[in-house]
Every structure is written in structure tokens, then in C-alpha cells.
């Protein structure tokens, strides 16, 4: 926790193929990395759309990193690349509408590379710790309790 | 198919400051082929709005619906209870339905938010190319199916020009030199034979410089 008690909520939308696999041996290494990412299993990157990034920023989200194959091996052959012209759009129109472009971004990690994912997530929270809280909510309700399924 | 391209956020926020609730509204046909007014454009565009607006600190209730066609009452119709629900209208239709929405409703603002290009086909994924300016009067048949009116620069009926280099345009070296597509084409189907025909002036009057058109057909009135 920082001394103005701002920890933001970064959501991180995973591919399965490799970044989900690698958050998920990052685990098994006993990797520590900051608890402030919601990870969203998708298919691809190259499932996700721009309006999702917009909803994520919309809905509360400080941050939003989309975590893909490593370029050129992906498993559709070219979705982290759809998913890299998207977030840049995506990025294009936050700038637009006048929020930092560097609460979005995209990167790239490969199954095997749990040490990698834990670097991503912790450069991505301390980039929009340092932007502070997204100025589309200033008032965030806190989770109190986990919700199992 | 009609191609238009999205204003700006900040030109769209600009129009719509004013307002306490507005409609976004799509068109299916066009504007959703060529990715600028359909109905994953207006969930974007308005999503942005949204933030934009948020960021600026107004209150502006965006609404969003898709109806078939804008520049067709029927399909209008469908929209009516939206629109007469919201302060002002953001049509992303092309020019013909913004107006139609406005015809239509005489009361109600409504605001373009495309910038509406030109007649053209989808080239390759995400490149859309103008073929057609509406001349009113067909020359494609003399020309083997090139039209010089909208493809070639100078818009010369009898080319080229001589200022082509290899086969780019002189004006804009991008563009494909549409007389030697011309030229090519014609040789492709055994007509070059066309080419020693001297074209006379266009009558333009069948084109935009004779006022906006309109075409009746008595057959199909009731």
C-alpha cells in the first residue's frame, strides 16, 4: 500500500496459449508479483475487441494489459497481431478522449516464461501507480470478500 | 457502397457538450461494411464519449441503436421511440442519413458523426479505394470498365496526360496512372481500337454542378 492508499486495479486479459500458462508457473515458481491484476483467460488476444478496453476503463479499471504470444508464434498463426493493431487503436481513441495511453498496452510472453509475466505485471502497476487512480472514478468500492464460485 | 471515416472524439464532444442525453446512432448497411457507423462502431465511438465527457466533467447520457438503414423511413421508424427519448441525435450514417433522421424529425437535432468520402469498394482488409463519383452520366463502357472520371486525376477523357511516370499518377504518385490501367485493359479485351476515338466534352449538367439530383420512376409510384 502507498501513503496516499492508492492501489490500482489493473485488468490483465490473457491468452491461454501462453501468457495465462505463464501467470499460471509463475505460481507454481513461487513467483511474487503485485496482487493488483484481475486475470481474464481469453482464447487469443486476437478475440478481444477494442470496445473491451474501453468497457475495462469504463467500469473502474486503472490499467489494462493485454498479455499475448510472443510475435510469431502464436497459436491462430496471427491473433497477438490483430490484438497489437487493436490495443493500438484502442490507445488512439483514449487519447482522443483525454486519458493517459499508457494505462494500455500490450505485451508479449511466452508459456515457459513465468519470471517474464511477473516483470510485465510489475512494470504495468508501477507505471499507473506513478499516473495515479484513473480519473474516471474517484471512488472505487473496495472488495471485502472473495467471491467463490 | 458508400465509405465514410469517424470525426474526431474531441469534434464529436464539442457538438454534443451542450446536451443532457443523446442517441447514437448506427446505420446497417454501408457505414458497417466499410467499419465507421455500425453497430461495433457506435458501442466504441460511444464508449469513448463516455470517458471523454467523464474526463471533461459534464453529465451526457449516451444511448446507443442500430437500425438497418438511415436513409430508409421504414427502417427509420424503428428508432423513433429512441430518438424522441433523447435531447439530440449522433447519426453515424453517411450524409443521406443524417438527413433522412433529420427530415424526419423536424424537432430533434442531429448531428453528423462521420466525415462521408466516397463511392468505393473494399480493396484489401482495411483499405477502401474511391471508384465512382456519381457523375450522373456512365462512361465506364468506353473506357473498359476504368473510370477516368474518378481514377485519373486531370479526369481526362482523352489520355493520358503524359506526365505518368512508370505507372504512377503525376498528381499523386500512390495512385496507379488510371490511363494505363485504361490502356492495358482495353488491349486485355481486344479494344484499343476505342482509344482512337476523340472523346467530346462531358456534359456535366447530369452531375452535381447541375444541383442536387432526383430520379422519379412513374412505374413505381402509387
Same mark, same amino acid.
Given at each position: 500500500?502507498?501513503?496516499? *492508499? ?33 486475470? %481474464?483467460?481469453?482464447?487469443?488476444? *486476437? ?15 486503472? *490499467? ?36 493517459? %495511453? ?44 472473495? %467471491?467463490?464460485? | ?10 469534434? @464529436? &464532444? ?14 446497417? +448497411? ?11 462502431? &457506435?458501442? #466504441? $465511438? !460511444? !464508449?469513448?464519449? =463516455?470517458?471523454? &465527457? =467523464? ?10 441503436? +442500430? $437500425? ?10 424503428? /428508432?423513433?421511440?429512441? #430518438? ?31 466525415? +462521408? ?33 474518378? =481514377? ?25 496512372? /488510371? ?20 472523346? @467530346?466534352?462531358?456534359?456535366?449538367? !447530369?452531375?452535381? !454542378?447541375?444541383?442536387? =439530383? ?9
Amino acid at each position: 500500500m502507498t501513503e496516499n *492508499g492508492f492501489e490500482p486495479i489493473i485488468v490483465a486479459f490473457c491468452c491461454h496459449y501462453c501468457a495465462y500458462s505463464a501467470a499460471d508457473l509463475a505460481g507454481s515458481m513461487r513467483l511474487q508479483y503485485p496482487p493488483n491484476i484481475r486475470i %481474464i483467460r481469453t482464447p487469443c488476444t *486476437g478475440r478481444l475487441e477494442v470496445e473491451y478496453f474501453m468497457r475495462a476503463f469504463e467500469n473502474g479499471a486503472d *490499467g489494462v494489459i493485454v498479455a499475448g504470444c510472443e510475435e510469431g508464434s502464436c497459436h491462430f498463426k496471427e491473433g497477438n497481431y490483430n490484438a497489437k493493431r487493436r490495443v493500438n487503436y484502442a490507445r488512439q481513441l483514449l487519447s482522443e478522449s483525454g486519458l493517459e %495511453i499508457e494505462r494500455l498496452r500490450m505485451a508479449n510472453v511466452s508459456a515457459a516464461n513465468g519470471r517474464g509475466f511477473t516483470e510485465i505485471i510489475k512494470d504495468i502497476v508501477e507505471t499507473v501507480r506513478k499516473l495515479g487512480p484513473s480519473p474516471l472514478h474517484h471512488e472505487k468500492k473496495q472488495i471485502k470478500q472473495e %467471491i467463490l464460485p | 457502397m458508400i465509405v465514410a471515416e469517424r470525426k474526431s472524439i474531441p469534434e @464529436m &464532444v464539442d457538438i454534443l457538450q451542450s446536451y443532457k442525453k443523446i442517441l447514437v446512432l448506427g446505420c446497417g +448497411t454501408c457505414v458497417t461494411v466499410c467499419l465507421a457507423g455500425g453497430e461495433r462502431e &457506435v458501442s #466504441i $465511438i !460511444s !464508449s469513448a464519449l =463516455r470517458i471523454a &465527457v =467523464r474526463m471533461k466533467g459534464l453529465e451526457l447520457k449516451i444511448d446507443e441503436l +442500430t $437500425i438497418e438503414r438511415q436513409c430508409d423511413n421504414i427502417f427509420i421508424e424503428q /428508432a423513433a421511440e429512441a #430518438i424522441h427519448n433523447a435531447d439530440a441525435v449522433l447519426s453515424l450514417g453517411c450524409g443521406a442519413g443524417v438527413q433522412a433522421i433529420a427530415e424526419r424529425y423536424p424537432d430533434k437535432p442531429v448531428y453528423a458523426g462521420l466525415n +462521408t468520402k466516397f463511392l468505393g469498394i473494399l480493396e484489401e482488409r482495411g483499405v477502401w479505394t474511391e471508384k465512382c463519383s456519381a457523375c450522373g452520366s456512365c462512361v465506364l463502357n468506353e473506357y473498359g470498365g476504368i473510370c477516368p472520371v474518378t =481514377r485519373c486525376a486531370k479526369r481526362m477523357l482523352n489520355g493520358p496526360c503524359g506526365g505518368s511516370r512508370e505507372d504512377r499518377c503525376e498528381a499523386r504518385p500512390d495512385l496507379p496512372c /488510371a490511363w494505363q490501367l485504361i490502356f492495358k485493359r482495353l488491349k486485355d479485351i481486344g479494344q484499343l481500337d476505342r482509344l482512337e476515338k476523340i472523346t @467530346m466534352p462531358k456534359d456535366w449538367s !447530369s452531375s452535381l !454542378s447541375g444541383g442536387s =439530383r432526383k430520379i422519379i420512376r412513374e412505374d413505381h409510384r402509387i
